[in-house]
């Protein structure tokens, strides 16, 4: 057994159930409590619902719902508050054009939400990072869920936490989308 295993349980534990279940839904760290945001319940209906880890208690707990159902849309943290991007509010399986380009942000310690700038492009099935007081907004899919190719998008776009705007940038390669994303460690803007 390698040393990088020490001290780390051998198998996984059970913990308390959410209070809903939930697929295609978001989950973040936010000042150090978990929580599970939206998605869909075992019948296809998208959830507003968000609930978060009490550690003392053991349990979940249900906070203030989003402002709007979602499920499939970009999610991230960032200056202790959670951002959710993009997605689609109509249940599983519809072919159309259902994708929103909405933007909330939920601030953890007034159990609150308020709406942002939308994104320039309506989509679901993107993947959101934070880097640099910048949220960026990657791929996903304008159509609803499992899309052809063609349907896929290589847009990125990218909001500036201090002036609230998005902006276009350079695109992926590739259309991509239910892709994931994340920034592992950067070195200081002095460093470079």
Known sequence: MS????GLPRRWQMTAPMTHPRGRHACV???????????VDVTGKVLSSVERFNFD?????????MPEPRRDFGCVVA?????????AS????M?????TASVFEYTP??????????????RQGLTCSHLHGKIYALGGSDVDDIAPAAERLRV?????????????????????????????????DNES
């Not at 200056?79 to 997605?87: A, H, Q, R």
């Open 3 to 6: 040393g990088d295993n020490v």
């Open 29 to 39: 760290v936010a000042q150090g409590v978990v929580y599970a945001l939206g998605g």
């Open 57 to 65: 208690k053991r349990a979940w707990e249900v906070t203030c719902t």
């Open 79 to 87: 200056n202790g508050k959670v951002y959710v991007v993009g997605g």
């Open 90 to 93: 109509t249940p599983l399986g």
């Open 95 to 99: 072919s159309e054009k259902a994708c």
């Open 109 to 122: 310690a007034s159990d609150t939400w308020q709406a942002l700038s939308p994104m320039r492009h309506a």
């Open 156 to 188: 990125v776009e990218r909001l500036d936490l201090d002036k609230l705007q998005w902006e276009e940038c350079a695109s992926m390669h590739m259309a991509r989308s239910h892709l994931g994303s994340g920034v592992v460690a950067m070195p200081a």
